[in-house]
């Protein structure tokens, strides 16, 4: 059973970092892409940032200058580099690795990421 597990979040002042781990349990076969996504209070889920197999990266208009999504596939390991936190960037965070059996992605639990004003 294949578990993700979100680590790193917190409550930091505006203009501060975080950095956000995703760490896998075991090894995952044929993963396509992996994610960060976001859910702020009351709305939906959505993609912050994104990495390939094939490297290529894709980032929400919002984040882009300040997010920085990277991995270590020998440790089954995502990472989320936060800078310049702002208010608006507060919810909660989940990561995914979609797979080819696997579509719709394995899924962690979420972190906490509250930026206070």
């Known amino acids: 059973q294949v578990q993700l597990v979100e680590s790193g979040g917190g409550l930091v002042s505006a203009g501060g970092s975080l950095r956000l781990s995703c760490a896998a349990s075991?090894?995952?076969?044929?993963?396509?892409?992996r994610g960060w996504y976001r859910q702020a209070p009351g709305k939906q889920r959505d993609l912050v940032a994104s990495i390939t197999s094939g490297t290529n990266i894709n980032y929400a208009e919002s984040v882009k200058g300040r997010f920085t999504i990277s991995r270590d596939s020998a440790k089954n390991t995502l990472y989320l580099q936060m800078n310049s936190l702002k208010p608006e960037d507060t919810g909660v965070y989940y990561c995914s690795f979609r797979t080819v059996l696997q579509p719709g992605g394995y899924w962690g639990q979420g972190t906490q990421v509250t930026v206070s004003s």
């Open positions: 075991t090894g995952i076969f044929g993963i396509t892409v």
